[in-house]
Nanobody, 133 residues
Framework: QVQLVESGGGSVQPGDSLTLSCASS????????MGWFRQAPGKKREFVAA????????YYQDSLKGRFTISRDDAKKRVFLKMSRLRSEDTAVYFC??????????????????????????WGQGTQVTVSS
């Protein structure tokens, strides 16, 4: 059983920045694709960003491009989400998730796959981010 633990959430003001961290217990973390999702009060969980193994390919929800940046540190088994110019609508619980390694020939090669929460095998408990003045 893989454990994912998010941290770094908190209460900030509009325009502030915040970096979330997700620590994984996955033995071969570097081989796994990772994603961030969020769920605002009363809304469905939505895709935020994903990063492929190797860290060279990333995907973002279109509306978050330019403000959010996903990265990973395989040596530390962590994935990060740097959020800038935060807005009240960014208020949500943020979850990190692990996607199994994509095998050659798989249909799962792009945004459509990694934006789909059903594609992820393990989830963290989430960390609350509140943006309010």
């Amino acid at each position: 059983q893989v454990q994912l633990v998010e941290s770094g959430g908190g209460s900030v003001q509009p325009g502030d920045s915040l970096t979330l961290s997700c620590a994984s217990s996955e033995r071969s973390f570097s081989e796994y694709e990772m994603g961030w999702f969020r769920q605002a009060p009363g809304k469905k969980r939505e895709f935020v960003a994903a990063i492929r193994r190797g860290g060279l390919l990333t995907y973002y929800q279109d509306s978050l491009k330019g403000r959010f940046t996903i990265s990973r540190d395989d040596a530390k088994k962590r994935v990060f989400l740097k959020m800038s110019r935060l807005r009240s609508e960014d208020t949500a619980v943020y979850f990190c998730a692990e996607h199994s390694p994509v095998l050659p020939g798989s249909w799962c090669t792009g945004y459509e796959c990694f934006a789909e929460e059903a594609e992820y095998d393990y989830w963290g408990q989430g960390t609350q981010v509140t943006v309010s003045s």
